[in-house]
């Protein structure tokens, strides 16, 4: 019976602790209002505009001022993890050699709010890349980017795409 009592006990505080836990945790989680939240989707949408841009020019400057990697978060390109931003950098200058601009029709893009700093950002579509020999590729896109406001500014610290 001892045993029993003590089993109940100990249950009864670790419920206990673990339910103050979870209310100290909530106490942290942001609870944004409707305009805040359009505020920011409106912040990251002029902010996948800009890159979007960057890249239909095949501007690797303004793609690179897009992004932040103070974080070191990694991106994901084809299948292929880069640790640091540099790796796709150095990969875009690569493979954009022979190409002339290309075209990014986002069809599907989802902007979820999940903090005054964070947000993220799912699209897809179809692109058209052109050619310096005449020739066009196209295909179809899908992408998740992280954004994080850093110094005022809605930046790029992780992509898969």
């Known amino acids: 019976m001892n045993k029993t009592k003590s089993m109940r ?13 979870c ?7 942001q609870e944004l209002t409707i305009e ?3 505020k920011i989707t409106s912040e990251i949408v002029t902010a996948f505009e800009n890159s ?4 239909e020019n095949l501007d690797a400057k303004l793609l690179a001022d897009c992004v932040d990697d103070s974080f070191q978060s990694g991106f994901i390109i ?7 931003f540099k790796g796709v950098m150095d990969d875009f200058n690569g493979k954009a050699i022979g190409c002339k601009s290309q075209k990014l029709a986002v069809i599907n893009k989802k902007i979820t709010v999940l903090g005054e700093n964070t947000a993220l950002l799912t699209a897809s579509g179809d692109y ?17 980017i992280v954004y994080s406001k ?9 992509s898969h795409m």
């Open 9 to 21: 006990t100990l249950f009864c505080l670790f419920s206990i602790l673990i339910m103050s836990c």
């Open 23 to 29: 209310v100290g945790l909530n106490a942290y989680s």
């Open 36 to 38: 805040q939240k359009e």
């Open 52 to 55: 979007i841009n960057a890249a």
């Open 78 to 84: 084809n299948g292929r993890f880069f640790p640091l």
């Open 128 to 144: 058209s890349l052109y050619l310096e020999d005449g020739r066009t590729l196209t295909g179809k896109f899908a992408w998740t």
């Open 150 to 158: 850093i110094n005022g500014q809605w930046k790029i610290v992780h």
